[in-house]
């Protein structure tokens, strides 16, 4: 493994270390320094270099496979993705049926009957369906178009009910602190992971911060306006437009004439969108906002999206919840209870 491999993490930060981990192998895929058919270092290498444990290393690698990015070669290694791996990448379900086969072949070898294990497959579904029944997260945000599209558009499996709530409602609402009170989850950001915290001391184990990208598609669209270009941004709220311009920012795009608004009278907007040959319009706002551009003026939607991994921890987080939830009830219940391995 290189000696002078850039990779460095921030071991401060909120953001988790598999995280980090996974964006950076990404970083230097996409960029180049780590080229397409390369073999990377293994889990056990590259956890000493960071100083990290291997299952924080290989939570990351699984994940970037699951992505098409690496793939791992039996008795050679891990390998950046070439074009035909990208190729032959399963679909999701070949790749269910892969697991299946064998799960069923070691049942076979132990003993059990085909109808066995159909009988006890099915029990173990309806156990999870169950586990995940009427289970609330309150999703805390400072910005309502985000708040709602979250609440929408995040899945997390049968009966998971997603609550919105604003951060400045928390601060200023009793009724809004009773709603995350009865939540069995606390979801936010990581911007607002340390003040959600202290608004809820009591939760500390119940609190979850999770990462936002924007979508690339959104990103592109925006590099690829000629230098100069004049644009509109419009937005519900002051704090969803210096997102989105921070990530413009990061995004290395900087010559841009963008203006903002955070207006709902239309008649104000449209006379704002004069002159305008794009307009960066956030989710909430953009039936709206279509109906009020010219022909010819482009109109790229801003979305973020939770990062993957970050919904696949919550995914874990929401059934490990409900097993820690459901041992205490059964210690509760008194000793005439059997507590099994409810996962």
């Given at each position: ?69 690496i793939t791992s070669r039996q008795g050679r290694g891990t390998f950046v993705a070439e074009a ?260």
């Amino acid at each position: 493994m290189e000696k002078d491999l850039p990779f460095e993490l921030e071991r401060k930060g909120g953001l988790p270390i598999y995280l980090q981990v996974k964006r950076k192998i990404n970083y230097l895929i996409s960029s180049g320094y780590w080229k397409k058919g390369q073999r990377l270092p293994t889990e056990r290498e590259l956890a000493a270099r960071l100083g990290v444990s291997r299952n924080t290393i290989s939570l990351a690698y699984r994940q970037l496979e699951a992505e098409g990015l690496i793939t791992s070669r039996q008795g050679r290694g891990t390998f950046v993705a070439e074009a035909d791996d990208m190729l032959r990448l399963e679909n999701k379900r070949e790749r269910l049926c892969r697991i299946i086969d064998v799960a069923l072949e070691d049942a076979l070898s132990i003993g059990v009957t085909l109808d066995e294990f159909l009988t006890v497959a099915s029990q173990r579904v309806e156990e999870r369906r169950q586990m995940l029944s009427e289970v609330r997260i309150a999703f805390i945000e400072c910005n309502k178009e985000q708040l709602d599209y979250f609440a929408k558009e995040l899945e997390l499996g049968t009966g998971v009910r997603v609550l919105p709530v604003l951060i400045d409602d928390l601060r200023n609402s009793k009724g809004s602190h009773e709603v995350v009170d009865k939540a069995d989850l606390i979801v936010t950001t990581f911007f607002h992971l340390d003040e959600v915290r202290a608004l809820f001391p009591d939760r500390g184990e119940d609190i979850l911060g999770i990462a936002l990208d924007p979508v690339m598609e959104s990103i592109v669209k925006i590099a690829r306006l000629p230098q100069g270009t004049k644009v509109l941004l419009v937005c519900i709220s002051e704090a969803f437009a210096e997102r989105v311009q921070k990530s413009i920012e990061l995004a290395g795009i900087t010559e841009l004439d963008i203006e903002v608004s955070t207006e709902r009278d239309l008649p104000s907007i449209q006379k704002r969108l004069q002159g305008k040959q794009a307009v960066i319009v956030s989710p909430g706002r953009l039936k709206e906002v279509a109906s009020l551009v010219k022909r010819g003026t482009q109109i790229i939607e801003f979305i973020y999206k939770p990062d993957a991994g970050s919904v696949n921890l919550l995914r874990s987080s929401v059934l490990e919840h409900k097993k820690r939830n459901l041992r205490q009830e059964a210690i509760k219940s008194g000793p005439q209870v059997a507590v099994g391995d409810q996962g």
